[in-house]
C-alpha cells in the first residue's frame, strides 16, 4: 500500500500552476494540481478519460463554451478529446486522475 497526500507539502509556483504526480498505481496516475488564483490551464484535451476533483478552493472549469464553478468536492469526468479549461477562482488544490495510458508529461506541457 502507498500512501499520498493531496493536502500536504504543497508549493505553489507563482507564474503557473504546479503539477506533481502522487500515485503511478497498476491502473491509473493521480496528479496534484496546485493553482494560485488567477492560474488557469488553456483549453487542451486528453487522449483518454479524465477524472478531476476539487480537493480545496474553487475554479471556473470550461467545456463545449460553458463555464461551471466547480468548489471543494465537486467530481467531473470527461470523456476522451473533450477540449476543456480550468481557471482558479481562489488558490485551489486539484486532483486529476488519468488512464496509466496517458503521460504525465502532456499534462505539464499543458500549463507550460
Known sequence: MKVASFLENIIFNSDKPALSLLQDTEFSK???????????????QAPFAIIVQ???GSIDFGLANEVTQLNAGDLVS??????????????SIVRLSLSKSDSVKRVKQVVE
Open 30 to 44: 493521480e496528479i496534484r494540481i496546485v493553482f494560485k488564483k488567477g492560474q488557469l490551464m488553456e483549453d487542451h
Open 54 to 56: 476539487v480537493i480545496q
Open 78 to 91: 470527461l470523456k476522451p478529446h473533450e477540449v476543456h479549461n480550468l481557471t482558479a477562482k481562489v488558490d
